[in-house]
């Protein structure tokens, strides 16, 4: 019903920058909250940065002043703008929606299916 596709990983120097970018598509009659997720190798999935509809932020504590998560929502696209990245940012980023379907449906938790950076020289 709902689609996820995010774009913009790769491999970058230490101290670099990328932007992910991730657009949905589908049935969606409105998003709310849409975010950024992180999964390193052996680690647990952690959460990077969320947008609501309104445009209010929260980030991971160690990505503060680095990252920025922005959304576009007449494109129900949102960004995640990441700069002087370093080895510790290196993982699958993922991409998240919570989303209505219909104005009479419950909401619900849609993933894209990642896309990764490596920070490395």
């Known amino acids: 019903q709902v689609q996820l596709v995010e774009s913009g990983g790769g491999l970058v120097q230490p101290g670099g920058s990328l932007r992910l970018s991730c657009a949905a598509s589908?049935?969606?009659?409105?998003?709310?909250?849409m975010g950024w997720y992180r999964q390193a190798p052996g680690k647990q999935r952690e959460l990077v940065a969320t947008i609501s509809n309104g445009g209010n932020t929260n980030y991971l504590d160690s990505v503060k002043g680095r990252f920025t998560i922005s959304r576009d929502n007449a494109k129900n696209t949102v960004y995640l703008q990441m700069n002087s990245l370093n080895p510790e940012d290196t993982a699958d980023y993922l991409c998240n929606a919570v989303v209505k379907v219909s104005r009479y449906a419950s909401v619900g938790n849609y993933w894209g299916q990642g896309t990764p950076v490596t920070v490395s020289s």
């Open positions: 589908g049935s969606i009659f409105s998003i709310y909250v």
